[in-house]
């Protein structure tokens, strides 16, 4: 449905036209009316059809696989559950979350990009801006809120999340439901224990209820808690339930525990395998497409399999959170000229200028490697395969189609005008460090793209028998059409490399490690930049260059961004949201084609701190041109919930700080005595000289141990040692202590 269409639905007297019976209860909600009482006057005036089809997808199923087929994924908004004759305007969903994913949007960095920031005023601001692009995009619902926790970084689609922290996923996942939200409805997902790419589609994870609730469920319940009007569920089953049918996630846990009234919907095609337990399950609305619920469920409610009562549930809560939307959402439509305006490319500029990580600046000829003196440069030699490539991340359901997007070549032309920047692409390793020993500096570009990690949907997939099963028989000879051109796409797809999916291997590629080797070797003042979204395995050679920058997947105008950092008109505020380990033997095991997996408390930082492993670059770890000190921490404040903890920083240096305090707490008693964990975190600006104060909320929710007999929480008594760190086991951390 075009975007005229979807404003024409939903218009109301102030556009000039009669007002719909969805239009005149907007306005009662507006006014003050329950929304939940006016979804069932509404609902109770479908027909019964009418209702089904609030369930699922507006276009035939065969119709949308056409549509992909032929334009690509998520070209316009998917319409779903929509009502013409009494003006509901349905669900338009358009993807996420590096930013709109229809027409010509602007690529922001992506999410670990962003979790990197630690930044939530910032992610606020990005979902804002999001959110007008997607409004004028035709969408009202923004399916890119992923604040899954990558347990291994070799997932696929770790570039989608911000952190392996339930603090840091949580607080940026409700900053950025809170930007969306002005605009569209924002979706949470995947919900939950989605963190294998590959084997999505059949895997079994199995996790008990304290790690469940303790360490893979806090940052649901954070972003939902901060407005999400909608939880999209995952493939991957969770102790033995497909997430779409697990009555446990979806009801107990999600709508009678956490109080959720949104709605929850399908991810696409092949998360929903039975039409009435998903139904009854808590799942409201399948998605994309007219599927198995318009196929399956009218005989399932006949044979008495599935229930009209259900129906009514779910259907209401469909409208009821489109009322409350509508009632609340900026009233302005945004202009078409928001989608990539200079703006939103000039935010995305500095989300990326302020993601970006400095993980080593070692001196050379009595001088740190950067900032680069640009007015003693005569030439700067950039190479790398990745040096002039648009490399904003996968191409999968998160792909936005930026007009432009600025490489790190472009970036430091750009920014050096006066001075010869020449490239090469790497292929040849001795002629490209031949170039780089004539030049004052070099920086080699090096890393991944979606080709080596991504959102995976190989072609077989639409072929499985077992996802067959779950299309529509084709009623015409159309749709048969369409059912044999995706056959015949399957076939002709045997044999090619694949693309995307989790990454078997966290080293570099062998070609970058030796470019990089040997650019080293030929100039002193070489910079490592790698672009990437997972962690990387670095300790092979990062200590024969003296600077290294973790870029991850920038953004559109990321080769800016990159050149105002490395020329220093711009400094190095982004920290690691997560550890980077020294050797994949540290990590936790990860089987990417397994179909039974356990997950556990035991991963990231806690897991190397269990093991006595250190990390190649600690959670929270960040370089920065600026100096300060972090000088004392007290404890002003606590309830059950959370700590309010004063941490005076003093800024020294010759240039002003963004400084980022990370609050860490570690049990001195109990079962999990020397354990630290990150409670909170802020940041705070300090000019040179100036002493402040920042005012933290550390939430105690990570030192909370769930009950699995009354379901409840409890923070453990006993000692608390609070460190005001710069990153996780800081040698210059500052500690008080306290008695919970």
């Given at each position: 449905?075009?975007?005229?269409?979807?404003?024409?639905?939903?218009?109301?007297?102030?556009?000039?036209?009669?007002?719909?019976?969805?239009?005149?209860?907007?306005?009662?909600?507006?006014?003050?009316?329950?929304?939940?009482?006016?979804?069932r006057g509404l609902h109770a005036d479908l027909t019964p059809a009418e209702q089904l089809a609030l369930?699922?997808?507006?276009?035939?199923?065969?119709?949308?696989?056409?549509?992909?087929?032929?334009?690509?994924?998520?070209?316009?908004?998917?319409?779903?559950?929509?009502?013409?004759?009494?003006?509901?305007?349905?669900?338009?969903?358009?993807?996420?979350?590096?930013?709109?994913?229809?027409?010509?949007?602007?690529?922001?960095?992506?999410?670990?990009?962003?979790?990197?920031?630690?930044?939530?005023?910032?992610?606020?601001?990005?979902?804002?801006?999001?959110?007008?692009?997607?409004?004028?995009?035709?969408?009202?619902?923004?399916?890119?809120?992923?604040?899954?926790?990558?347990?291994?970084?070799?997932?696929?689609?770790?570039?989608?999340?911000?952190?392996?922290?339930?603090?840091?996923?949580?607080?940026?996942?409700?900053?950025?439901?809170?930007?969306?939200?002005?605009?569209?409805?924002?979706?949470?997902?995947?919900?939950?224990?989605?963190?294998?790419?590959?084997?999505?589609?059949?895997?079994?994870?199995?996790?008990?209820?304290?790690?469940?609730?303790?360490?893979?469920?806090?940052?649901?319940?954070?972003?939902?808690?901060?407005?999400?009007?909608?939880?999209?569920?995952?493939?991957?089953?969770?102790?033995?339930?497909?997430?779409?049918?697990s009555r446990y996630l979806l009801t107990d846990v999600l709508r009678d525990a956490w109080g959720f009234?949104?709605?929850?919907?399908?991810?696409?095609?092949?998360?929903?395998?039975?039409?009435?337990?998903?139904?009854?399950?808590?799942?409201?609305?399948?998605?994309?497409?007219?599927?198995?619920?318009?196929?399956?469920?009218?005989?399932?409610?006949?044979?008495?399999?599935?229930?009209?009562?259900?129906?009514?549930?779910?259907?209401?809560?469909?409208?009821?959170?489109?009322?409350?939307?509508?009632?609340?959402?900026?009233?302005?439509?945004?202009?078409?000229?928001?989608?990539?305006?200079?703006?939103?490319?000039?935010?995305?500029?500095?989300?990326?200028?302020?993601?970006?990580?400095?993980?080593?600046?070692?001196?050379?000829?009595?001088?740190?490697?950067?900032?680069?003196?640009?007015?003693?440069?005569?030439?700067?030699?950039?190479?790398?395969?990745?040096?002039?490539?648009?490399?904003?991340?996968?191409?999968?359901?998160?792909?936005?189609?930026?007009?432009?997007?600025?490489?790190?070549?472009?970036?430091?032309?750009?920014?050096?005008?006066?001075?010869?920047?020449?490239?090469?692409?790497?292929?040849?390793?001795?002629?490209?460090?031949?170039?780089?020993?004539?030049?004052?500096?070099?920086?080699?570009?090096?890393?991944?793209?979606?080709?080596?990690?991504?959102?995976?949907?190989?072609?077989?997939?639409?072929?499985?028998?077992?996802?067959?099963?779950?299309?529509?028989?084709?009623?015409?000879?159309?749709?048969?059409?369409?059912?044999?051109?995706?056959?015949?796409?399957?076939?002709?797809?045997?044999?090619?490399?694949?693309?995307?999916?989790?990454?078997?291997?966290?080293?570099?590629?062998?070609?970058?490690?030796?470019?990089?080797?040997?650019?080293?070797?030929?100039?002193?003042?070489?910079?490592?930049?790698?672009?990437?979204?997972?962690?990387?395995?670095?300790?092979?050679?990062?200590?024969?260059?003296?600077?290294?920058?973790?870029?991850?997947?920038?953004?559109?105008?990321?080769?800016?961004?990159?050149?105002?950092?490395?020329?220093?008109?711009?400094?190095?505020?982004?920290?690691?949201?997560?550890?980077?380990?020294?050797?994949?033997?540290?990590?936790?095991?990860?089987?990417?084609?397994?179909?039974?997996?356990?997950?556990?408390?035991?991963?990231?930082?806690?897991?190397l701190q269990r093991d006595g492993h250190g990390a190649a670059y600690p959670l929270g770890f960040g370089?920065?041109?600026?100096?300060?000190?972090?000088?004392?921490?007290?404890?002003?404040?606590?309830?059950?919930?959370?700590?309010?903890?004063?941490?005076?920083?003093?800024?020294?240096?010759?240039?002003?700080?963004?400084?980022?305090?990370?609050?860490?707490?570690?049990?001195?008693?109990?079962?999990?005595?020397?354990?630290?964990?990150?409670?909170?975190?802020?940041?705070?600006?300090?000019?040179?000289?100036?002493?402040?104060?920042?005012?933290?909320?550390?939430?105690?929710?990570?030192?909370?141990?769930?009950?699995?007999?009354?379901?409840?929480?409890?923070?453990?008594?006993?000692?608390?040692?609070?460190?005001?760190?710069?990153?996780?086991?800081?040698?210059?951390?500052?500690?008080?202590?306290?008695?919970?």
């Amino acid at each position: 449905m075009s975007h005229a269409t979807d404003r024409t639905a939903t218009a109301d007297s102030t556009h000039g036209t009669t007002p719909t019976p969805f239009d005149a209860a907007v306005a009662r909600v507006r006014a003050g009316a329950d929304a939940q009482a006016e979804a069932r006057g509404l609902h109770a005036d479908l027909t019964p059809a009418e209702q089904l089809a609030l369930l699922h997808g507006d276009t035939p199923f065969w119709t949308g696989r056409a549509g992909i087929m032929e334009h690509g994924y998520n070209h316009v908004p998917y319409p779903m559950g929509s009502n013409a004759r009494l003006g509901v305007p349905g669900i338009r969903f358009i993807d996420g979350p590096r930013g709109c994913v229809v027409g010509h949007g602007t690529a922001f960095p992506v999410s670990m990009a962003r979790g990197a920031s630690w930044d939530v005023e910032l992610e606020e601001q990005v979902g804002r801006a999001i959110g007008a692009e997607v409004r004028a995009s035709g969408g009202n619902l923004f399916g890119g809120v992923c604040i899954n926790l990558p347990r291994h970084p070799g997932w696929g689609r770790v570039q989608e999340t911000y952190s392996d922290q339930p603090v840091l996923l949580g607080e940026m996942g409700a900053a950025l439901v809170r930007g969306t939200r002005v605009h569209t409805m924002p979706c949470v997902k995947h919900y939950a224990l989605n963190s294998m790419e590959n084997a999505r589609f059949d895997v079994d994870v199995e996790c008990a209820d304290e790690p469940l609730h303790e360490d893979y469920l806090p940052h649901f319940e954070r972003a939902i808690g901060a407005g999400a009007a909608a939880v999209m569920c995952a493939y991957n089953k969770v102790n033995g339930d497909w997430s779409s049918a697990s009555r446990y996630l979806l009801t107990d846990v999600l709508r009678d525990a956490w109080g959720f009234e949104g709605f929850v919907l399908s991810d696409f095609i092949w998360a929903i395998r039975d039409a009435s337990a998903s139904l009854a399950a808590g799942l409201d609305l399948e998605a994309p497409f007219a599927q198995l619920r318009a196929d399956r469920l009218p005989g399932e409610l006949s044979e008495g399999t599935a229930s009209w009562d259900d129906v009514r549930t779910s259907g209401v809560r469909l409208l009821a959170t489109q009322l409350r939307h509508h009632a609340t959402r900026e009233q302005a439509e945004p202009d078409a000229s928001v989608v990539g305006s200079d703006a939103h490319v000039a935010l995305a500029r500095r989300t990326a200028a302020r993601s970006m990580v400095l993980l080593r600046n070692e001196h050379v000829d009595g001088r740190p490697a950067l900032p680069l003196d640009a007015p003693a440069l005569g030439s700067v030699a950039v190479v790398g395969r990745l040096a002039d490539v648009p490399n904003t991340g996968d191409h999968g359901s998160s792909n936005v189609h930026a007009t432009h997007v600025v490489t790190p070549l472009e970036g430091l032309r750009t920014a050096l005008p006066g001075v010869r920047v020449d490239h090469h692409d790497g292929a040849d390793v001795a002629a490209a460090a031949t170039l780089a020993a004539g030049a004052d500096a070099a920086v080699v570009v090096v890393g991944y793209t979606a080709a080596e990690e991504g959102e995976w949907v190989n072609g077989r997939v639409y072929a499985r028998d077992d996802l067959m099963a779950l299309y529509p028989e084709p009623r015409d000879d159309a749709e048969r059409a369409v059912l044999a051109t995706m056959l015949e796409r399957v076939a002709a797809s045997a044999g090619r490399p694949e693309a995307g999916g989790d990454r078997r291997d966290l080293h570099l590629l062998d070609s970058d490690v030796a470019l990089v080797r040997a650019v080293a070797a030929a100039n002193p003042r070489t910079v490592v930049v790698v672009e990437t979204a997972g962690a990387v395995l670095v300790s092979e050679w990062h200590d024969a260059v003296p600077a290294l920058v973790l870029a991850w997947y920038p953004g559109t105008a990321g080769g800016h961004a990159l050149a105002d950092l490395l020329l220093g008109h711009e400094d190095f505020t982004g920290r690691l949201p997560y550890a980077m380990a020294a050797d994949a033997a540290h990590l936790p095991p990860f089987d990417v084609d397994a179909t039974r997996v356990t997950y556990d408390r035991w991963y990231g930082q806690r897991l190397l701190q269990r093991d006595g492993h250190g990390a190649a670059y600690p959670l929270g770890f960040g370089l920065s041109y600026a100096t300060s000190t972090i000088e004392d921490v007290a404890v002003v404040d606590r309830d059950e919930d959370a700590l309010t903890v004063h941490v005076a920083v003093l800024g020294t240096g010759d240039r002003p700080a963004r400084v980022n305090v990370q609050v860490y707490g570690t049990r001195t008693d109990g079962d999990r005595a020397g354990e630290r964990e990150l409670l909170g975190f802020g940041l705070v600006d300090v000019a040179p000289g100036e002493r402040t104060t920042a005012v933290l909320t550390a939430p105690l929710q990570p030192l909370a141990r769930w009950d699995r007999a009354t379901r409840t929480f409890h923070v453990p008594p006993g000692g608390l040692l609070v460190e005001a760190a710069r990153h996780w086991g800081a040698p210059d951390a500052v500690t008080t202590s306290v008695i919970l």
